[in-house]
């Protein structure tokens, strides 16, 4: 190859070919082929039948009919008795022209139309209360044709939490989009199946939940994408002490990341929002009933759960029906619309959170229940003569005499 490029150079500056033979000790007739070679010269041995050749048809037939058919399946059918690492290599190049086509469109997406909807999990655990580290979902929306990019860390992928989270993100977009494309995640259903208070949700919003059918990357390829960007771009260098200061610093870097210009549509995504929101549904009058409700009667172990921690109540409720909330921050108990308990919301798992007044006023009535009883005094005797049950039952006489 170096030859060659020399050649090609020398034959470029008007030395003559005799004297290039010449110099580089070569015939004449190899200048020559070398100067009219349009590309380096390399050795390509010529294709003949391989042991591979013999079942190649066959197992073409296979392929046809069953396209993903495991190359050990198709050795057996064609009775294949040589090296089948060979013959994997050789299936593997029939493959491409068998599998069905599945074209990819551009789409287009047009302002207030839609928004991407993904859950993303940062590749770093993030310490949480009980000292423990955990990897935690962080629910991400883009709106389509902006490119405006909203997120928070959120504890579960429940559908309560997702819910939640939605409407706070929805709240930062400041309008509804017409639609929220979701791949099939069970906190918000699969197929025609949605999770238990998603219709109610989508319906306050007057939007539509769209359930990606697999293998669509393409409707969703927007968010994945910016999920792909937060761990080459957000995560590098940073440490995170709770969940709060990653959201915190991940909030900052979204307000730089939507100011800067994206590349498809040559603008910044603040720039397009307000196009976005022109086309979009309003925020509805009424917040949407959201978070993790239950109504239970208040047992002798006075702790309520959500999810899976258990929060203390006031022990002076025992017995009595109380309204369990809870949203991404707060628990809270209520007993006849007043609050009776209230906790900040723990992000690690099958944790006892206690007040301690309400283990005081336990102690209180535990101590109240044990001192004995006073027995009532004055009024009639309780006690009862048994000569009256021998009369009542016709054993003795009115006049004491045995019957």
């Avoid at 991400?140 to 993100?169: C, N, Q, Y």
């Avoid at 906790?343 to 007040?355: G, L």
């Avoid at 336990?362 to 009639?380: D, I, K, N, S, T």
Wanted: proline share 8%.
């Amino acid at each position: 190859m170096e030859d060659w490029a020399l050649i090609r150079r020398l034959a470029g500056e008007g030395v003559p070919k005799a004297r290039i033979a010449e110099r580089l000790g070569i015939s004449r007739t190899t200048v020559i082929k070398a100067v009219n070679l349009q590309a380096p010269p390399r050795y390509e041995r010529a294709s003949g039948p391989t042991s591979f050749t013999v079942v190649a048809p066959r197992v073409r037939a296979l392929l046809s009919e069953t396209p993903d058919m495991p190359s050990t399946v198709l050795a057996e059918r064609v009775g294949w008795e040589g090296s089948i690492r060979w013959f994997r290599e050789n299936v593997k190049q029939l493959r491409p022209e068998h599998r069905p086509v599945d074209p990819a469109d551009r789409l287009v997406w047009a302002p207030g139309d839609a928004a991407q909807c993904d859950l993303w999990f940062p590749p770093k655990k993030i310490a949480v209360e009980d000292g423990t580290r955990k990897l935690l979902p962080v629910l991400v929306i883009v709106a389509a044709h902006s490119r405006f990019v909203v997120g928070r860390m959120v504890p579960t992928r429940k559908t309560e939490d997702l819910l939640l989270g939605s409407w706070e993100l929805i709240q930062q977009l400041g309008a509804v989009p017409r639609r929220l494309l979701w791949d099939n995640e069970p906190g918000m259903g699969r197929g025609q199946r949605r999770a238990g208070g998603v219709a109610s949700f989508m319906g306050t919003l007057a939007t539509k939940l769209v359930l990606l059918p697999p293998r669509d990357p393409e409707s969703k390829g927007i968010v994945e994408r910016r999920n792909g960007w937060f761990e080459t771009s957000f995560m590098p260098g940073r440490s995170f002490a709770s969940p709060a200061d990653f959201n915190t610093q991940f909030g900052h870097w979204l307000s730089w990341a939507n100011a800067r210009v994206v590349r498809t549509t040559g603008a910044a995504p603040i720039a397009r929002l307000d196009a976005d929101r022109a086309s979009t549904l309003a925020l509805p009058p009424i917040p949407p009933q959201l978070g993790w409700a239950n109504r239970v009667r208040l047992g002798r172990d006075y702790y309520v759960r959500v999810d899976t921690n258990d929060y203390s109540v006031d022990p002076t409720m025992i017995g009595r029906l109380v309204e369990v909330s809870a949203d991404l921050e707060r628990v809270r108990v209520r007993a006849e619309g007043a609050v009776v308990a209230e906790h900040a919301r723990m992000w690690a798992r099958s944790m006892t959170i206690t007040d301690p007044g309400h283990r005081e006023a336990a102690a209180r009535l535990r101590q109240v229940f044990r001192q004995p009883r006073p027995r009532a005094c004055g009024g009639e005797d309780l006690s009862r003569d048994l000569t009256d049950y021998d009369r009542a039952f016709g054993l003795v006489r009115d006049d004491g005499q045995v019957s």
